[in-house]
Each structure stands twice: as C-alpha cells, then as structure tokens.
C-alpha cells in the first residue's frame, strides 16, 4: 500500500464515519475508494466489511438497553442474520469473481436507491403497523442477510423498513435490532472473510481506525449539518462509482 493509496483509504473512512453517523451510507464511499485504490473487487468488498465490524459493536453496545427490551426477537432472528450473511459470504468467494464484478454496480445503484428513498422509508414506519409476523420477518431477515454478506450497502434501511411493518415495537427499538443484526451479518462475513484469505489486514486496520475517528466527528457534527446533504452526497459518489465501473 502507497502512502497515496493509505491516504485515500483513510480519508474515505473518515467521511463515511461521518456519513453513518449522520445520514448512513458509508459504504458507498469505502467501497468505491477501495476500487480506486486498485484493489479487486472481491477483495475490495471483503476488506471493505472487516474495517466496518468495529463501528457496528460500538453502536451495538450503545443500544444495549433496548436490546434487553427485545432479547426475544433478537435471539429469534438472529439465526437468520447469521445463516444469511454466511451464506452471502460464501457466496461471494465461491462464485466467479466475473459474476460479482458484472453486479457490482447494479448492487450499488440499488443501495444508491435505498439511500435516495430512506425519507418514503421512514414515512411508511411511522404510519404502518400489522402487527408481528414473525415468519414473514425471518424470511426477510434470511435474504437481507445473504444480500449482506454478498454485498451489504444499505441493508440497515432495509431492515429498518421490513420491521417498522412487521414489528409493534417502537422505531428505536426497530433501530436496535437493525443495529445488532447488521452486527451479525456483517461479523460472521468479516469472519469467513479472513478465513478465507481474501482480506487485506493492514488496509482493513487502517479503514477502521478512521471510521471510528469519522463517527466521533459525525456525532459532534450531526445537530449542525443536514442529513439530505450528506446523503445525497453518497448518493452522488456511489452512482460515480457505478457508472465508472460500467464503462472500464
């Protein structure tokens, strides 16, 4: 790794700490940062979920209290994060490179989607309520969670959508559980990852170490900036990234 490369990984995870903690959507910068650091993309997507994994326990942790609140939901539905974000995984390192490659940025542009869309997103949380549907959810849970461990940018709105329908809890105990499951899928991924050899250990040391700076910055600066600002800007880089990724 050049310094120039290091200082280009480093500054996209500082801004994508900043973005998470205030809009989400860091993905969209890491990832695309890792590709044009020269990294393949398999690679890229591996490391890329390693340098996350430390964010995700610290806010796991930040949501202990109302994790107590929904011990029973999350026991239930953590098997299919699990099972879903290893099997995603092994997907990803099983397949041909080639068919990750060719998918790479319709996966982004749908994040990108995702991300355009979390306002609708949280207008349909706040008016629609069905009650508990615990088959439905671990169904949704399972394919988010391969979605995640093939991929993962934005499976945190999805899953914040899928139980803000399907689940009565609040909306911060729904962010809870999105948060420890994202937890999960994206451990268990990390995990086989590094098994598997395919993670770049210095790059991915590097990333988390300024993701986390970045989600301290994020969190003083997130009453001062306006979150459409910082999420239309990942937006931006992500359908950047899809389209340069198109054209090579």
């Known amino acids: 790794m050049t310094i120039t490369q290091a200082v280009l ?3 996209a995870a500082v801004l994508a700490g900043i973005v998470n903690a205030i809009a989400g959507g860091g993905t969209l910068l890491t990832f695309p940062a890792l590709l044009a650091a020269g990294i393949p993309a398999v690679t890229a997507n591996a490391t890329n979920t390693v340098a996350l ?3 995700q326990m ?3 942790w930040a949501y202990r209290s109302h994790l107590a609140d929904e011990r029973r939901r999350a026991l239930v539905l953590a098997v299919p994060s699990l099972a879903g974000g290893l099997l995603g995984s092994i997907l990803l390192m099983k397949l041909p490179p080639a068919v ?3 998918a790479v940025p319709w996966l982004i542009i749908f994040a990108c989607a ?3 869309l979390q306002g609708q997103l949280k207008q349909l949380l706040s008016g629609v309520r069905h009650g508990d549907h615990p088959a439905v959810l671990w169904l949704i849970q399972l394919l988010v969670g391969v979605y995640g461990g093939y991929f993962g940018a934005g499976i945190g709105i999805i899953m914040l959508a899928a139980m803000g329908i399907f689940l009565p809890s609040s909306i911060q105990h729904a962010n809870a559980l999105k948060v420890l499951f994202s937890l999960l899928i994206n451990g268990i991924a990390a995990f086989y990852f590094m098994f598997a050899g395919a993670v770049l250990p210095v790059e991915a040391t590097l990333m988390a170490i300024a993701s986390i700076v970045g989600g301290f910055i994020g969190a003083a600066l997130a009453k001062r ?3 459409a600002g910082m ?3 990942s937006i931006l880089v992500g359908l950047y990234a899809a389209v340069r990724i198109m054209l090579r």
């Open 58 to 60: 610290a806010s796991s």
């Open 114 to 116: 995702v991300l355009a």
């Open 231 to 233: 999420r239309g800007f």
């Open 9 to 11: 990984l480093a500054g």
């Open 225 to 227: 900036l306006p979150p």
């Open 100 to 102: 990750f490659e060719r």
């Open 53 to 55: 994994f430390p964010g």
